[in-house]
């Protein structure tokens, strides 16, 4: 090279490249750390069916039983909405009137965070409450939620069988206790089960020979079902917290209650009552093909990754079901974010793949193998360092 360089002839030369070229253990070392560091990084980086975005939207549903939608409008929505009209920063309300409901949907500028949404919102609904116009007799207060996107569900978890709906919520809490225990997991939500509630039904003319009155059997049941404590006991030198507990936790001892005594007579409540177990009001309903099940919706941690808190719940019931706690239980999973995550990241590592194969292959047939692997050195450092951070940025926000 130095005998055909003609004298007086200076070459230029690029100073990133001969920093490289004199340093190449450097060179190498740095490549393997952005390397390595960009593959951990993507490895353990969040993967997510959607954006975790914070969404400035609020939701107001005002129960108003007994009302026609005009009602609705002009003592529920129209003062709510003139109180809602001073906040700044809101963009859009949109209210719906309805037979026995109002609902109003407020979105709010980005700039506002939802939990400022929220409390502004609730404001208002404080001041809407001293206009003369609002409605005094709402039987429950409003419902205020904001939109969360965390709060849907990962993963549903179905259990169907020949079994009582109650036994199948009894195999759902314990799962729960389970699944709950994972990290990943910020909680989950048991649904398709109706909670039972107690009923005594007083029985007007026997209640009446009997001179009990309705307050009678409220005052018995209330002095009855109570704990309380009663003080420490000293057992071998330690002291023992003394608790008694009156709690009516069955029917046969609530049958017999003593709901007045008087000469030397004591009226039970079985006597002047019916008492029975029944389903409250309907909430929810959960059916697969069909047929009724107890579903379990589980919901993640917001940041943790989507794939592998599914794949800990799997494991779980898989073991559940080994230990036996499942038998005779079928279970099945809908709505499985993880599937589609899968696919789309197997797309786009496809796509990746693909497009570095097509570089190399241009390189090398318009540049030849000796030039193609300069060029294909620099671009690899150069998408190996850009990869890390971004993986690096994503994987912090």
């Known amino acids: 090279m130095e005998k055909n360089k003609p004298i007086g002839t200076k070459f230029k030369e690029f100073a990133l490249s001969t920093i490289a070229v004199n340093n190449r253990k450097t060179v190498y070392l740095v490549l393997a750390i952005l390397l390595i560091g960009g593959i951990s990084s993507y490895q353990n980086m969040s993967r997510e069916a959607f954006p975790e975005i914070q969404i400035p939207e609020i939701y107001v549903n005002v129960p108003y039983p007994g009302n026609s939608p005009e009602i609705v409008r002009d003592k529920i929505i129209k003062p709510l909405e003139k109180e809602l009209n001073t906040i700044a920063g809101i963009d859009e309300i949109k209210s719906t009137a309805m037979q026995d409901f109002g609902i109003i949907n407020i979105k709010f500028d980005f700039s506002v965070s939802p939990d400022d949404a929220k409390d502004l919102v609730e404001e208002a609904y404080n001041d809407a409450k001293t206009d003369k116009r609002f409605a005094k007799d709402l039987p429950l207060p409003p419902t205020i939620a904001q939109m969360d996107i965390t709060a849907m569900p990962i993963i549903n978890l179905n259990l169907s069988g020949d079994f009582p709906v109650q036994y199948l919520n009894n195999k759902a809490e314990y799962l729960e206790d389970l699944i709950e225990a994972i990290p990943e997991i910020s909680g989950i939500e048991i649904r398709g089960v109706q909670d039972r509630k107690l009923k005594i039904e007083v029985n007007k003319f026997k209640a009446e020979a009997a001179k009990v009155s309705f307050q009678d059997i409220e005052a018995a049941i209330q002095n009855d079902n109570l704990m309380m404590g009663a003080g420490n006991m000293s057992i071998d030198g330690i002291d023992h917290f003394v608790v008694i507990d009156g709690k009516l936790n069955s029917i046969d001892k609530l049958k017999q209650l003593v709901v007045k005594h008087e000469d030397n007579d004591d009226v039970f409540l079985h006597e002047v009552a019916d008492i029975s177990f029944g389903d409250t009001d309907t909430t929810s309903f959960a059916r697969q093909s069909d047929n009724p099940v107890v579903m379990i919706d589980i919901k993640k941690r917001s940041g ?83 990869f890390h951070v971004i993986t690096l940025f994503w994987s912090n926000t």
């Open 304 to 386: 943790s990754n989507v794939i592998n808190a599914i794949d800990k719940v799997k494991m779980v019931i898989e073991e559940a079901s080994e230990d036996g706690v499942l038998d005779g239980i079928n279970y099945t999973y809908t709505n499985d974010q993880s599937n589609q995550i899968r696919s789309q990241v197997s797309n786009l590592e496809n796509s990746i793949i693909f497009g570095v194969i097509l570089v190399v292959a241009v390189l090398l047939f318009f540049l030849g193998l000796r030039n193609a692997s300069i060029c294909w050195g620099c671009h690899s450092f150069i998408h190996v360092y850009v």
